[in-house]
């Protein structure tokens, strides 16, 4: 039964209320972390219910991440709407895609790709070209860019422009690898995530059958999140709402973290240019973050620079008083670790729940250290995230076991039947598959599993608790109805998650780890842009804490490991603290890809990488200086006592005599010279470049090399 209408409107500021209360016609909310933007947009949803403006079983609300969505549904069953369709974008029009496939394309659906590296990898080796790791995580990149942009492979060259490409490619290298990875795709019958957006607004812009039914079908459109909708989405939303202005969106231009996939704050920014009587409703007041919190997020955006600085807003914080965040270093990542999940367990110990502590990393592969520190406390973690929770193998096998022992208790009489309680009966049934009411030791996959039946069991307790009569039957239709709608229930654990992922979310005590440079910014954060888009990840991170935040860092990844890491140079923003930063060369160490001085292509093998260009391309190489040079690496490898390619190689000579560079900068340059041979050759080569005869070289007393 919906709430009544002031009931849900008491929980709001004025304007927040203000946007509840525009239950028709475009909203728009623009605000800082933590105002209460999701709180105003579940609200709107169910003022709306109550007073009869908005059928539930017409909405459709859209975020990023599946955890964000769990989160939205949590907050609408709360509200008592628990009908509402909560999605995220990419989930949403993988039903419509899916649904309508027979009809529109017929045959089997195709299979998801859930990762494109190693289809990537074997588009850029097919084209010649490396397949590094780092290469193709960036070729993966640019040909996510191209799709959510909207951008075919045809166009991708002429949208490209002014684009930095990955590994300095050409950008028709990289159209190619973008063209052959779709034909391998095609090929295997494959969609990717980007695809599933694509098609699907191509399958509404194109077939008015299709586009009619979904409109019937849904009526009123949420989007939270908005600043982070990438071209794709935004033109999904659109052929969604068709001629219907049925519109709420809420976003924070600060909090953009996908630019790098084509997402533009533009699209939330300029709603009210596209909606001219669109409700706009901006919140300062930070419900979420303690005082000293807000300080430091406020502090983390001062520092920023570029377009969104302008637009930035100081948060206020309305809640309660807390500790001043911690900014702490440690030796390695192992001691950070385990200072985390001390520190996680002490507050676990002191009452506070597992599930309202987080720790927050820049890249995923950061959680093993976590998981393994946790594990060593004896801390629960929460990896996967409550939002697959149906799908866990574990849930599954529980279910089925709850459901067939619904069945057997429906046909038995009741008069042999014992007044169990519910809890206790689930557990029974549990217990088939091993699972007991302790929990295991330590924490870890095992502990994970255990959790997760656990939830089961507590859901039933839940149950009895708000409907005393409710047996197995009504337990298994419920496990339904919210496996039908994602809606997991409560895990204990405390959560391991990437700060894109704790995007919406917010827990009592966060720790965000890794604050080195090369970690935060990342070491490929090579523009001032990306360096920008760094910037607010950590704004998303610190504004996700109520009340305890620490900030940390290693000096080494390992212990006895070398110590050359910095702190985060967005530390010394907060410290005050200069912050060395790595000197370029370390930065920016990646493989790049070298070009033709003649024709400009992109130098695909090492033979041509070291000559600086095309094998077929002209040479103009300086016969005498070649020679010269190939006498002169014969006497030093003959008074070595060492084969001469060990001196210089064919091909190294070569380019020299065709570059012909004039200082040792321009030396270093040519493949095949590397620091330490510059330093023992470097003055005898210059002299043979500016005219010097070999007899007049002086051979160096140095040792043989290696
Ligand atoms: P983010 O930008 O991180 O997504 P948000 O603007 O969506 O944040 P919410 O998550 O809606 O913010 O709200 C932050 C916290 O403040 C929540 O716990 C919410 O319940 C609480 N809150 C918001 N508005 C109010 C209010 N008017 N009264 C009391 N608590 C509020
Ligand atoms: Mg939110």
Redesign the pocket.
Known sequence: MPLDPEVVLA???DE?RAAAMAVTGPVV?L????????????HRIAYATAIGAQDPARGLAVTFTTR?AG?MRT?LTGLEVPALQVRTFHAAALRQLKFFWPRVVGGNFPKLLESKARVVAEAASRCGLPTDTAIVRDLAAEIEWAKSSGHAVDDYVRKAAGRTMPADLLPADVARVYSSYDDIRIDRDLLDFEDVLLLTVAMLDQRQDVADEIRKQYRWFTV??FQDVNPMQARLLELWLGDSQEVCV???AG?TIYTFTGASPEHLLSFTKRYPDAVSVR?V????CSPQIVALANRVLDAATGPAAALRVSLRS??EAGPAPTITAYDDEPAEAAAVAAQAAKLIAAGLLSREIAVLYRTNAQSEVYEAAFANAGVPTVLRGGERFFDRAEVRTGITLLRGAARAAGSQSDATAQPVELGQEVAAVLSNTGWMPKPPAGSGAVRERWESLAALVSLAEDLAASQPLAGLSELVAELDRRAEVQHAPQVAGVTLASLHAA????WTAVFVVGLAEGMLPIVYADTPERIEEERRLLY?GV??A?RDLALSWSKARSPGGRTGRNPSRFLADLTGAAVPQQPKSATTKRRKVAHCRACGRSLVTAAEATLGRCTGCPANLDADLYDRLREWRLRLAGHRGVPAYVVFTDRTLQAIAELQPSDSAGLAEIAGIGPRKLVEYGEQVLELIAGAAVANIALPEAPPIA
Do not use: W
Request: avoid cysteine.
């Open positions: 929980g709001l500021d927040q909310i605000a800082g972390a933590g105002t209460g933007k999701t709180r105003a947009l579940t964000a989160e907050r939270d999140e809420v976003g924070d909090q919140l007041r930070s419900y979420r309305e809640a995007k919406g979310l917010e998303v504004t996700r109520k």
